[in-house]
């Protein structure tokens, strides 16, 4: 193709005259008074010879490298079907679970303790993000109601340290597990486990607070007690119920009486599930702060 376009131009420029003034001479396209002689076919020519070009350079990419662009396309077009096909099976898989773990729950609404006990075990096995950790929970509670104390602090403590659960979950089992090991675990352990949760930015940074003033009176510094549940009274946004406790217990200790039995923390908005399942609050006292 470029061969042969290259004869026309030689051709055309061979029938010229030789006594023609040369392209060069004539006055600028356009000029204002002079006639326009450009040689248009030579133009249409030279254009063509350049598309020519253009397309052979193209056949010759795509004969070295049509076969790579090839595996790309299709990996890209299989990688959003896969996508799409994994995004379907995931939200099958969810609705699945979620109906599971309500009918763990109707079977512990109806007494079958032990029936919702196995279920609520398969999904914590089963190890699902935000299901696994509302079944340990809700078995920890089914463990509470069979006093089975050492079981249900076990799967408190699994549950605090599962990296998969949200940090949420994370920080409530952490607190349930202090509240039902009082008096069965060394008060300063106890004390130091819960110090992340005394940060001003946590969820359960109250109940933190006023566990960790009963684990300082039971170790008889009631000073620091009193420190700490001045905290929890200062807080704007303390309820008016945890801050009428703290105002008691601090007339207590300085009294210098004994610390009553701990308030049970609940799970805050933040900790509720999502829409699809339905989440009970572990089994706690019914005298619960509001966080």
């Given at each position: 193709?470029?061969r042969r376009?290259?004869?026309?131009?030689?051709?055309?420029?061979?029938?010229?005259?030789k006594?023609?003034?040369?392209?060069s001479?004539?006055?600028a396209k356009?000029?204002?008074?002079?006639?326009?002689?450009?040689?248009?076919?030579?133009?249409?020519l030279?254009?063509?010879?350049?598309t020519d070009?253009?397309?052979?350079?193209?056949?010759?990419?795509?004969?070295?490298?049509?076969?790579?662009?090839?595996?790309?396309?299709?990996a890209?077009?299989?990688g959003?079907?896969g996508?799409?096909?994994?995004?379907?099976?995931?939200?099958?898989?969810?609705?699945?679970?979620?109906?599971?773990?309500?009918?763990?729950?109707?079977?512990?609404?109806?007494?079958?303790?032990?029936?919702?006990?196995?279920q609520?075990?398969?999904?914590?096995?089963?190890?699902?993000?935000?299901?696994?950790?509302?079944?340990?929970?809700s078995?920890?509670?089914?463990?509470?109601?069979k006093?089975?104390?050492?079981?249900?602090?076990?799967?408190?403590?699994?549950?605090?340290?599962?990296?998969?659960?949200?940090?949420?979950?994370?920080?409530l089992?952490?607190?349930?597990?202090?509240?039902h090991?009082?008096?069965?675990?060394?008060?300063?352990l106890?004390?130091?486990?819960?110090?992340?949760?005394?940060?001003?930015?946590?969820?359960?940074n109250?109940?933190?607070?006023?566990?960790s003033?009963?684990?300082?009176?039971?170790?008889?510094d009631?000073e620091r007690?009193?420190?700490t549940?001045?905290?929890?009274?200062?807080?704007?946004?303390?309820?008016?119920?945890?801050r009428?406790?703290?105002?008691?217990l601090?007339?207590?200790?300085?009294?210098?009486?004994m610390?009553?039995?701990p308030?049970?923390?609940?799970?805050?908005?933040?900790?509720?599930?999502t829409?699809?399942?339905?989440?009970?609050?572990?089994?706690?006292?019914?005298?619960?702060?509001?966080?």
């Open positions: 193709m470029f376009r290259t004869r026309e131009i030689e051709e055309i420029t061979l029938n010229q005259p006594d023609a003034v040369p392209a001479a004539w006055p356009g000029a204002k008074g002079k006639p326009d002689d450009t040689d248009h076919e030579l133009e249409g030279m254009s063509e010879i350049e070009l253009r397309s052979d350079e193209f056949k010759k990419i795509w004969k070295q490298y049509g076969s790579v662009f090839t595996v790309l396309a299709v890209v077009i299989m959003v079907t996508f799409q096909l994994y995004r379907q099976y995931d939200a099958r898989q969810h609705e699945a679970v979620a109906r599971r773990y309500e009918l763990a729950i109707a079977a512990q609404a109806d007494g079958k303790l032990d029936d919702a006990m196995a609520f075990g398969a999904l914590v096995s089963e190890g699902r993000k935000g299901y696994g950790a509302l079944a340990r929970l078995q920890a509670s089914l463990q509470l109601q006093k089975d104390i050492d079981g249900a602090v076990a799967n408190y403590k699994a549950l605090a340290v599962d990296p998969k659960a949200d940090p949420v979950f994370r920080d089992a952490v607190l349930l597990r202090v509240l090991s009082l008096d069965r675990d060394d008060p300063k106890l004390e130091a486990a819960l110090t992340p949760l005394t940060n001003p930015n946590n969820a359960f109250l109940s933190a607070l006023e566990l003033a009963l684990l300082a009176a039971k170790q008889g009631s007690a009193i420190k549940l001045t905290l929890i009274s200062a807080d704007p946004a303390t309820p008016a119920s945890m009428e406790r703290a105002d008691d601090t007339k207590l200790y300085q009294a210098g009486g610390p009553p039995p308030p049970a923390p609940t799970i805050p908005a933040a900790a509720a599930p829409p699809s399942a339905v989440s009970p609050a572990p089994a706690a006292p019914p005298a619960a702060p509001k966080l």
